[in-house]
């Protein structure tokens, strides 16, 4: 007779080792960081900055609406904010299934950052066009903190990023040196000049960029709740949305009511596929980031970290970091051990602690290769978060439907903080055919590259990333 273990799945063999290892490591980790654990509980450090939230009611009775969002992260509440100040006469109800910001949009590493995931074979003028709409994109966000007092945790003082090769180096001089004269205000720091700024150990140069920074992010979807609320926005948390049956009015069904709506906005990014949609061009790669505990200048001094919101490196496992305003370290990247892709597109209930206490060892280690003296810093933090991934690397954006009123914004990529803020202005200029400024983006209304289906699609991550050494660069 054969074991349970020979009758699981390939997929589920493995998860299961990796499971196995991690219990056998996690007595090491313990001893390692002895402080950190009563937080693994999987909770950022943006959402443990936000103690006082407390989430909305479900929604109990049916209703109708003009406009329905799906999803309470940056997406969803961009949209509703935009397109409540415009339309201040519909019914516009956001719908999130557990609480505000419980996606990527608190659970990210809090890079704040100018252009796409990816950005070669772009003419020169759109070039300077996608940096301008992102720029622009950062000072909206800065723009509606300020104008409404969110009690937000930002700085806006640059990010650079590290190259670990001589040649990727001037390669990336000379790139700098043509964005500044197409009006990109890039700058090339070699060796010397970026350890005034960081430290960072094997770095032949970088290139800094000033109009960038650091956001919590936690912080500014739930603390525009209230604003949104004032301007006329109805906000259920608790309230999964089951199923979406399609009709020149839609129909989505929660568990305990139904929602009559003229047209919906899905801001589900990597959890799109549980609703049917977009199941071939995104994939949920789950992210693992951890958090020091708050450092004092001479800490930081000790660390060669002087005066820049964060940086990333230039591998294709790439490592990325963050330092916020109170000076916490985030971290997360730099291995194959930092992402995780599920069978299926599963994701991992968000609240679920102890999915990659092994990978969280290895994001220290990596963090260490930067930041040698880094190796005692306490930790206050650890988590995972799920992003929405293209093939291409590139968002999708548009409308969709034979009536043409599913809206949405999904497969950020990484770069969610900035481009999903920029969304909800997108999308509100859509649905009121106002979006000439748009339509020419290379991510807007256009068609994707689809993903092949399972077993394929994990098949080929897991040899890629195995047999290369290689993860998804995000």
């Known amino acids: 007779m054969s074991s349970p273990a020979e009758n699981k799945s390939l997929s589920e063999r493995l998860l299961l080792g990796t499971t196995r290892l991690a219990s056998k490591t996690w007595p090491i980790a313990k001893r390692i960081f002895p402080e950190t654990l009563e937080i693994d509980d999987n909770r950022s ?12 009611s479900p929604l109990q009775e049916n209703i109708s609406a003009d406009l329905v969002i799906i999803g309470g992260g940056f997406t969803g509440t ?3 904010y935009h397109f409540s100040r415009r339309y201040p006469e519909k019914r516009i109800v956001l719908l999130e299934a557990k609480t505000l910001a419980n996606g990527a949009s608190g659970r990210n590493g809090g890079m704040m950052l100018n252009w796409m995931p990816s950005m070669y074979g772009y003419s020169p003028e759109m070039t300077r066009r996608i940096y301008q709409m992102t720029w622009a994109g950062i000072q909206a966000i800065i723009d509606i903190i300020q104008r409404h007092q969110l009690p937000v945790s930002y700085r806006l003082d640059g990010t650079l990023t590290a190259y670990t090769d001589s040649h990727r180096a001037e390669v990336a001089q000379e790139e700098a040196e043509f964005h500044q004269q197409i009006g990109i205000p890039m700058q090339f720091l070699n060796a010397s000049a970026l350890k005034q700024k960081l430290n960072l150990q094997s770095a032949y140069g970088a290139v800094i960029d000033p109009n960038s920074g650091q956001i919590n992010g936690a912080q500014l979807v739930r603390a525009l709740r209230p604003v949104l609320q004032e301007q006329g926005v109805e906000i259920y948390e608790q309230t999964p949305v089951l199923s979406i049956q399609e009709g020149s009015e839609l129909t989505l069904k929660t568990p305990n009511a139904e929602i009559k709506a003229k047209a919906i906005v899905l801001a589900t990014n990597g959890y799109t596929g549980k609703l049917g949609y977009f199941q071939d061009a995104l994939f949920p790669l789950h992210s693992h980031v951890f958090a020091t505990a708050p450092l004092n200048p001479s800490q ?23 330092l916020t305003r109170e000076g916490n370290i985030v971290f997360g990247g730099g291995s194959n051990q930092a992402y995780a892709y599920l069978f299926k597109n599963r994701t991992i209930d968000s609240d679920s602690p102890g999915f990659a206490k092994n990978a969280f060892n290895k994001l220290t280690q990596t963090m260490e290769t930067y930041l040698p003296n880094s190796a005692n810093l306490p930790i206050a933090r650890r988590w995972t978060g799920v992003l929405g991934i293209t093939l291409n690397r590139t968002p999708i954006i548009g409308v969709r439907g034979e009536h043409r009123n599913i809206y949405y914004a999904i497969g950020y990529c990484g770069h969610g903080v900035t481009l999903a803020n920029i969304a909800g202005q997108m999308l509100t200029d859509m649905y009121s055919n106002d979006d000439q400024q748009w339509r020419d983006f290379p991510f807007y209304q256009q068609p994707y590259a689809p993903i092949p289906p399972e077993p394929f699609r994990w098949i080929g991550y897991q040899m890629f990333t195995r047999l290369t050494g290689h993860s998804p660069r995000v």
């Open 45 to 56: 450090l943006w959402v443990s900055q936000t103690p006082d939230y407390q989430p909305t």
């Open 78 to 80: 961009s949209t509703a």
């Open 300 to 322: 930081l001094e000790n660390l060669g970290w002087h005066g820049l919101a964060g940086y990333a490196d230039d591998r294709d496992r790439i490592a990325y970091s963050s």
